[in-house]
């Protein structure tokens, strides 16, 4: 059987600047292409006539993962996305020691969500865009 993998995951944002930060500062993900993508191309193919910036984020050195790539409108609207486009639940991060890390994104001011699900915790954390990403070990 051949292996797959989830490769990246794409996030549509109103501020490219405050997310990358976030995935930069707070989980340690690295800057790898920042480039724009023409109005053509999206159009190809997201249906939305716009040039894009694209930032392809990359797990942290000596890890993996799955690389995150941020889309932002270049002329700062949002309002261009399908309004039946289907957008992502969350995603997963895995992590050495979840209640560490759990820890320590409390420190700095993330929001941490907790769960209990067949007798065990199951954590949250949200990006400034309300995405949810879900701390597994």
Known sequence: MTRRDC?????LTADADRLIRFY?????YRTVRDEVVTADVMEAIFTVHADCRLVKLSPPKNTEGVNIEIFFYCDGGT???PARAPGYNHW???????????AEMKRHGAAVTE?????????FISDPDGNRIEIRD
């Open 92 to 102: 997963g991060l895995r992590v050495p020691d979840r209640e560490s890390f759990v």
């Open 7 to 11: 490769d990246h995951i794409g996030i």
């Open 79 to 81: 309002d261009r996305r």
């Open 115 to 123: 769960v209990w699900r067949d007798g065990h915790a199951v954590y």
């Open 24 to 28: 930069c500062d707070l989980l340690g």
